[in-house]
């Protein structure tokens, strides 16, 4: 099967119009793409932020989070899901990564855990609400009373964890949007206008039942990402009043760098909202009192999770942000980024534009401050990296089908071969791993540099032979020659003459290596030093342009014998390498039906000269394959496929030297020192080439 690499770029792009959504964001190119976003931004901070892309559909799915190590975001979230384009939805994607990293620099999680943590003791961090107003002053007392009962103070810790968790969005997103003004400003403001659609009016939740403290905690999410909120219906009420009187301690609290101003005032507003407040604390105390606590509190997470319009609450399990830096959020307007959102959004139509029905933001300075000072807007970008990365997965997805395809033409190629009566009843399998996991790459990268190493000093001898065989060459100090050389009389050592040596194509060479993996391969690392001797030939030959097979073989209890293909003439995957990883010991070996299969797949190849070279232990050890008819059946190969041009060597390993010898003649090669044999094998191809 010989590898068309027209039809393989046809294919890549019939591929790239197959896939969906799920194989394209789900995959691990977009999530390694998605990492290198991640990396980028905290590389000064931290190592190894690991982006992890999954896919779950259910409406209660998670959609984005971290540990402060791994990312995960959840791609087929109802946020992103909504967009109508790829783009659309991938700048989504970047700007929850964008998102999730803001925490990773910005947020001080332990100080958030120890002003919960204070809550849940029955006290207050940073300290005392400071409200003046007497209105709230039988709000405060009655708050400070419920601080007597273990589960009034988780439940109130709970809903405090609801609005610094609102708030600390908005500071971290603030900050990730000035100091990245590209694509993840763009996707975080993208994420904010869809939030702002999604979330109901004040009207929907009355209606639909919502407990006064989330109808409030939404009116603070959606005036902090959209600028405004949505009241449709005009509504005109308590709810409204309440927001509007915790609106300063919002707008004052969400641009500081310091996190105790964000405590302090989620700290007012828990007085502010008391009436809100109150009936949850009841329930908490009866339920406790009940013993069904546990319960109560497990169903009111899930009430606040399926109400509340936002991300759930900072964990208290992580470490204090590696980023110190302080920087001052400048005053400039939220509608330049709204602009350009919108900008973006023109090509998604069928959109209902969020509507301006409150009086909420009239005043000097309306909306949500950002620092917004144009840096380029990376949109162009976003669109190239989507591409490149749906190209490389459809380059991926085209290469495994072909490799697919390539595994099934090597078996077609087995059936077609006659193998002998010795081998008659025998099954040959053939072996290749279409995609390589990803622990036979990490493997290779650990033990491949010294190997590669070895190969390329080897390379450069080799080069400097080819380069005068091509380029031609003076050869002086000669006993004969066609040209006397007066200098050189005086050496009186007789090398008089000199002649030149004509320009000249190298000889082209198609290599095989088969390499026995019976049980008995496992003592004395023999194997171990055959898989090193095929990383090094396998580089050597690759970076010479010289083609080059290489096979494993075995025989197990089956009467089969197993064929293992590392590496194709026309693999395209470049993955090879990798799979030379995959040697093991196995069974036993029937040498002369790997050998026969090798031999006739080289013999295809159109090079002038052919080499094949067998590394092996020992004598061969098959099933009723063995002893003097089995020795008759591999000379008997080695002679039919010489006189169709292939020149086989056998490489002995152990102490069956002189079997190997009379059964290869002058095919044979002593390996007594088995350290000689990374170097021996590419110094003998170089006696074909030059």
Not at 36 to 54: K, N, S
Not at 301 to 313: A, H, K, W
Request: aromatic share 8%; charged share 25%.
């Amino acid at each position: 099967m010989r590898a068309d690499y027209r039809l393989l770029k046809k294919r890549i792009l019939e591929k790239s119009s197959e896939i969906t959504d799920q194989a394209l964001f789900a995959s691990s190119a977009y999530a390694d793409y998605q990492s290198r976003i991640a990396e980028g931004i905290t590389r000064r901070y931290r190592t190894g932020v690991h982006v992890v892309m999954d896919w779950d559909e259910r409406e209660t799915a998670h959609v984005a989070y971290t540990n402060n190590i791994t990312i995960h975001i959840n791609a087929a979230n109802t946020i992103t899901s909504s967009f109508p384009t790829r783009l659309l939805k991938s700048l989504s994607l970047t700007g929850m990564t964008g998102h999730e990293c803001g925490h990773m620099l910005f947020t001080d999680f332990t100080a958030a855990a120890l002003y919960l943590q204070t809550l849940e003791n029955g006290g207050f961090y940073p300290g005392e609400p400071t409200l003046s107003v007497s209105s709230h002053t039988s709000n405060y007392q009655e708050l400070t009373e419920a601080f007597d009962q273990k589960a009034a103070c988780l439940t109130l810790a709970k809903l405090a964890a609801q609005l610094i968790n609102i708030f600390e969005d908005v500071y971290i997103e603030a900050r990730m949007c000035q100091e990245y003004p590209g694509s993840i400003r763009q996707g975080i403001n993208l994420n904010n206008d869809r939030f702002a659609e999604q979330i109901p009016s004040i009207q929907k939740q009355m209606d639909d039942n919502y407990q006064g403290f989330s109808i409030i905690a939404n009116l603070f999410i959606q005036y902090c990402k959209a600028g405004d909120i949505n009241n449709v219906t005009g509504y005109q009420g308590e709810y409204l009043d309440a927001f509007h009187e915790c609106l300063t301690f919002v707008t004052d609290c969400i641009y500081e760098t310091d996190p105790l101003k964000r405590f302090q005032a989620a700290n007012e507003i828990l007085v502010v909202l008391w009436d809100y407040i109150k009936p949850l604390i009841q329930s908490a105390k009866e339920s406790d009192r009940s013993g069904n606590f546990d319960q109560f509190s497990d169903e009111l997470s899930q009430t606040l999770d399926q109400q509340i319009v936002n991300g759930p609450p900072l964990s208290q399990k992580k470490g204090r942000p590696k980023n110190k830096k302080k920087a001052k959020i400048s005053d400039s307007t939220l509608q330049k980024g709204r602009d350009e959102v919108q900008e973006i959004l023109q090509e998604e139509t069928g959109r209902i534009a969020l509507e301006k029905t409150s009086d909420s933001s009239v005043g000097s300075h309306p909306g949500i401050s950002y620092h917004f000072d144009y840096a380029g807007s990376g949109y162009e970008t976003a669109a190239k990296d989507i591409q490149n990365v749906l190209t490389k997965l459809a380059k991926s997805l085209a290469e495994l089908e072909y490799e697919e395809a390539l595994s099934e033409e090597l078996q077609k190629e087995s059936h077609a071969i006659r193998y002998g009566n010795i081998h008659k009843g025998i099954h040959i399998h053939i072996n290749r791993i279409t995609q390589v996991p990803q622990h036979l790459i990490e493997n290779y990268e650990a033990i491949a540099a010294p190997l590669l190493d070895i190969s390329s000093r080897l390379q450069q001898s080799v080069k400097e032979i080819l380069d005068k065989k091509r380029n031609g060459e003076k050869l002086n100090h000669l006993v004969y020659g066609r040209r006397l050389e007066p200098r050189n009389l005086y050496h009186n050592d007789g090398g008089y003459f000199s002649r030149t040596r004509l320009p000249g194509d190298p000889s082209e060479l198609a290599v095989a290596l088969l390499i026995d993996e019976s049980g008995s391969m496992r003592s004395a690392a023999r194997l171990p030093m055959a898989n090193q001797t095929a990383i090094i030939l396998y580089d050597f030959c690759r970076s010479l342009n010289i083609p080059i097979t290489i096979y494993g073989h075995t025989e197990d209890d089956c009467d089969t014998v197993q064929l293992y293909s590392y590496a194709e003439y026309n693999s395209v995957d470049n993955q090879d390498r990798y799979r030379l990883m995959d040697m093991a010991p196995r069974s036993g070996n029937r040498d002369g039906a790997a050998l026969r299969f090798v031999a006739e797949h080289l013999r295809k190849r159109p090079e002038e000269l052919k080499l094949l070279i067998l590394i092996s232990d020992g004598q061969p050890a098959g099933t009723r394959y063995y002893g003097t008819d089995a020795e008759a059946d591999l000379r008997a190969i080695k002679k039919e496929y010489h006189q169709k041009g292939i020149i086989l060597f056998a490489a002995a390993i152990g102490s069956d030297k002189e079997r190997i010898k009379r059964i290869y003649g002058d095919g044979f090669l002593d390996i007594t020192d088995l350290n000689k044999l990374p170097k021996l094998l590419p110094q003998l191809i170089t006696q074909y080439i030059t």
